[in-house]
């Protein structure tokens, strides 16, 4: 209302209503001198013809009001754009509190102040709620790291990835069809080395979910970190069904029993 806002800004609004009131077309039309007469000559008049004091009337019950009554409505609008958080959007700025939910805007409908206060389906509030929930959670996701997504992984044969591990020393195990480069986690590994030193260039899938020890869920997150491969066909039992010759874990035992 003081600044003079570029035209773009100006919001726009359906005054039908409005513009077909009589009463509210002449006070649009007389909008200077109402202002300056309801404001400030009709006050000051009350205190000087009612009880002679015309400076009370103009700097208490003109200006002072004034200043108080406009101080209070801009506030009113500060406060909904500034207490309380947005759970419900973030591409406009009014915020949730009780302070303006309930004491400016259901206290104001209760004495007749505000009307037809039109209310949001549940379910929409909720669904705003939610997608504000995953914003945040996105956020702090992309904060961390997860390793290189499974769909970017160079794809290696199962017959690949058992003859890098006996021929090229590497420290890898399959689980589900992925290939981890444990390396530098076997001196780490909490149900010590000896148990990942056995499983370099094996599919530890069935050992790894409960075979031998159900991993918790920060055990798999650890993973994300070690993939570098997915094997073709997904595993070991796999990769045998497809190709007969695949060598399978276990057939140098028995081999040699
Ligand atoms: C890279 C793959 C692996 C990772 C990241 C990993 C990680 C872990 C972690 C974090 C634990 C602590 C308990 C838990 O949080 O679940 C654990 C425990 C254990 N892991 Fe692994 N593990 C891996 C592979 C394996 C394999 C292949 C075996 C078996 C051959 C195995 C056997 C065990 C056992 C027996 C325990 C229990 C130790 C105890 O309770 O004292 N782990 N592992």
Redesign the pocket.
């Known amino acids: 209302m003081l600044i003079k806002r570029p035209g773009w800004k100006i919001g726009h609004a359906d005054v039908d209503d409005l513009n077909k009131s009589k009463l509210v077309r002449w006070q649009h039309k007389n909008y200077i001198p109402l202002v300056l007469f309801m404001g400030i000559i009709f006050p000051t008049l009350v205190a000087g013809l009612g009880w002679g004091d015309w400076r009370g009337g103009f700097y208490f019950a003109a200006v002072t009001r004034l200043v108080f009554v406009h101080h209070a409505t801009f506030c009113v609008n500060s406060l909904a754009h500034w207490l309380g958080d947005g759970p419900f959007d973030d591409r406009h700025t009014p915020r949730d509190h009780f302070i303006t939910a309930f004491w400016l805007i259901a206290a104001c409908a209760f004495f007749g102040l505000a009307s037809h206060l039109k209310t949001f389906p549940e379910n929409e509030v909720r669904k705003g709620q939610l997608q504000m929930i995953e914003k945040k959670v996105l956020e702090k996701k992309t904060k961390l790291q997860w390793g290189t997504p499974i769909s970017e992984l160079p794809i290696l044969s199962f017959e690949d990835f058992q003859h890098a591990c006996k021929n090229d020393n590497k420290k890898w ?1 399959l689980l589900e069809g992925v290939v ?1 480069d ?1 390396a530098d ?1 076997i001196t780490e ?3 010590g080395p000896k ?2 030193n ?2 370099i260039g094996k599919d ?1 899938t069935t ?2 979910n409960g075979g ?2 159900d ?2 869920n ?2 798999r997150n ?2 994300s970190l ?1 993939r570098v491969a997915v094997v073709e066909f997904g595993g070991e039992v796999e990769a045998q069904k497809k190709n007969p010759s695949v060598p399978v874990y276990g057939d140098d035992h028995i081999k040699a029993e």
């Open positions: 195990i981890y444990v986690f590994h909490p149900g148990y990942l056995m499983a530890m050992a790894f031998m020890y991993h918790s920060a055990a650890l993973l070690m």
